[in-house]
């Protein structure tokens, strides 16, 4: 393999924080999906939104990077 590039292949080949991935959470809601990054126990933050509504991608609240608050239910 050949790379032609300015940057180092030390910066390239370098490992990034033991090669952790994120952990995300998928929450469904009536029209699709939105992906987070929780934060804590009752905050989490939005990756990422699949929905099925247009209108859903310009609501200022369902935003990448839009923190929300999560709440939790036990099904016992």
Do not use: C
């Not at 393999?1 to 809601?29: A, H, R, S």
Request: net charge negative; aromatic share 8%; proline share 9%.
């Amino acid at each position: 393999m050949v790379l032609y590039t300015p940057i180092p292949l030390e910066e390239i080949f370098q490992e990034q924080d033991g090669d952790k991935k994120p952990n995300y959470v998928q929450i469904p809601f009536s029209r699709g999906t939105i992906e987070v990054e929780p934060t804590s126990a009752s905050t989490a933050k939005i990756i990422r939104l699949i929905s099925s509504d247009v209108a859903d991608y310009l609501h200022p609240g369902l935003q990448p990077g839009v923190e929300i608050k999560l709440k939790w239910e036990l099904n016992m």
